[in-house]
């Protein structure tokens, strides 16, 4: 199998001791480009930099997660206007709201997300800005509403980590946005609505990450005991993936993989 993890968090502290066997881990395991997720100011800076160290293995997105909202300052958004005009950064974001955890007052999530749908159309080449990389947990309301004022100005956008709703999932089908899947799956707590979900998405809006270091799949047997997710385990879910939709694994690992190719423009 070929597999392309969308959305990796390869910048977070827990991977600066071991990154070299980590990636050599995932390529083991059939995963060949990451894209590691931007969700701060400092983070976004990072990403970068790990792609530029790792050129055609590893790919960068720039945005601020709706949980550091109140660092989008003037100062911020240029440095992102930097970022996001370099090659190795693939998509805007992440960036979205999150009404879940409230780490950021709503109107500074909105605000924040506003602007960065507005520097993405800004920075459009041709009238197609970047890929939008987003995140929406307990916000589909106020998410719509804002997307809704970019409409036509913004180019292909991903909702990641979908857990959400059966109305959510459709309500984004129907802007024919991409969906991506993470081990929330393989989640029999909170992820059990998910088996049957997945089989609504058609084969051309599907992806998949794991959200790495967070949401190791409950289905790994033995866990870890350090409890890590890392991108080798994107092979485990495109499996549970592929026996929920009813296909054989080899060819939900190769949609998912063309589908990367084509949204972020890999090589």
Same mark, same amino acid.
């Given at each position: ?14 991977? $600066? ?9 995932? @390529? =083991? *395991?059939?995963?060949?480009? &990451?894209? %590691?997720?931007? #969700? ?85 080449? $041709? ?9 929406? @947990? =307990? *916000?589909?309301?106020?998410? &719509?509403? %804002?997307?809704? #004022? ?97 296909? =054989? ?19």
């Amino acid at each position: 199998m070929q597999l392309i993890d969308i959305g990796a968090n390869l910048g977070h502290e827990s991977f $600066d001791h071991d990154l070299a066997a980590v990636l050599q881990r995932a @390529r =083991d *395991a059939g995963v060949e480009q &990451m894209v %590691v997720t931007g #969700a701060s100011r400092e983070g976004s800076a990072k990403a970068l930099q790990l792609a530029r160290a790792h050129p055609g293995l590893l790919y960068a997105t720039a945005g601020v997660h709706p949980h550091h909202a109140v660092e989008y300052t003037d100062e911020c958004e240029a440095e992102l206007r930097a970022l996001l005009v370099q090659p190795e950064v693939v998509a805007a974001g992440e960036c979205g709201l999150d009404y879940f955890r409230d780490f950021s007052p709503r109107p500074a999530q909105r605000r924040a997300f506003e602007r960065q749908l507005q520097l993405a159309a800004d920075l459009a080449v $041709d009238g197609v800005s970047k890929p939008l990389f987003l995140h929406q @947990r =307990d *916000a589909h309301a106020d998410f &719509m509403a %804002v997307l809704r #004022a970019f409409d036509g100005q913004i180019g292909p956008v991903v909702v990641h980590c979908f857990t959400g709703s059966r109305e959510e999932l459709f309500a984004y089908l129907d802007q024919d946005w991409h969906v991506g899947i993470t081990g929330w799956l393989c989640d029999e707590r909170r992820g059990q609505h998910l088996r049957e979900l997945v089989r609504h998405i058609p084969a051309d809006r599907l992806l998949i990450e794991t959200d790495a270091p967070y949401l190791l799949p409950r289905t790994v047997k033995p866990a870890p005991s350090h409890r890590r997710n890392e991108p080798m385990y994107l092979a485990h879910i495109v499996a549970e993936l592929a026996r929920d939709r009813g296909e =054989d694994v080899a060819v939900t690992a190769a949609r998912t993989t063309a589908n990367a190719r084509l949204f972020f423009g890999l090589r």
